[in-house]
């Protein structure tokens, strides 16, 4: 299988904490992306990282790429309860369109 | 980012019917639509790719003449579940694309079949 893994796969920490969701993958890439899905419900694209880059911001996410280990990191700071909800990361397959999605990781945010 | 609706958001159908699920790029062409599945608790696995006036490309595993796939248009996809039985249920979304760039995700299409 070429689906990535992430890890870990439940999180659960309390709200303000920082939340750090590991991603794997197995080809090579252009991109890597990080999705987030609530309960039953479509997914909200987060961040896109090239795979030229190595760190990339966005509000209260962060993510890096290292393309040596074939790895992404998200970083969720300051953690709300509406960030409650599992988080993908996705690659596109050797540079294809269609996207290869990690396992996810199911995130608890508790008041 | 672009708008990619998919319709209809839920469905509920008897076992042994086809279901009709329709993605739609809203604000720009698609030559490139793709289909994915996800069952309860589990990832997004791609079932297949479709460009516009071709035939669709079927990952390993997915019976073709079960998950019908049109993408009569670039701006409209369409996949219908033929014969669908209680394990066909399942979280159905599609995405769209077009030339260099990302692909912008559907919201989605819950199937039960009963």
New interface residues.
């Given amino acids: 299988s070429q689906q990535g893994e992430e890890d870990p796969q439940a999180l659960s920490i309390q709200e303000g904490e920082n939340a750090t969701m590991n991603c794997s993958y197995k080809t090579s890439i252009n991109n890597l992306q990080w999705y987030r899905q609530n309960s039953g419900r479509g997914l909200v694209h987060l961040i896109l990282i090239r795979s030229n880059e190595r760190e990339k911001h966005s509000g209260r996410l962060r993510v890096t790429l290292d393309t040596s280990k074939k790895s992404s990191s998200l970083l969720i700071t300051a953690s709300r309860a509406a960030d409650t909800a599992s988080y993908f990361c996705a690659t596109d397959d050797q540079g294809a369109q269609k996207l290869v999605f990690g396992q996810g990781t199911r995130l608890t945010i508790n008041p | 980012?672009a708008v990619v609706s998919?319709h209809p958001s839920r469905v509920i159908c008897k076992s042994g019917t086809s279901v009709k699920i329709e993605c739609r790029s809203l604000d720009f062409q698609a030559t490139?639509m793709?289909w994915?599945r996800q069952f309860p608790k589990?990832?997004?696995?791609?079932m297949a790719?479709s460009n516009e006036g071709s035939k669709a490309t079927y990952e390993q595993g997915v019976e073709k003449d079960k998950f019908l796939i049109n993408h009569a248009s670039l701006t409209l996809s369409t996949l219908t579940v033929t014969s669908a039985h209680p394990e066909d249920s399942s979280?159905y979304?599609c995405?769209a694309?077009t030339v260099n760039?990302?692909?912008?995700?559907?919201?989605?299409t819950?199937l039960t079949v009963v």
């Fill in positions: 980012g998919q490139t793709f994915y589990q990832s997004l696995m791609l790719t979280f979304i995405s694309a760039t990302e692909a912008f995700f559907g919201q989605g819950r």
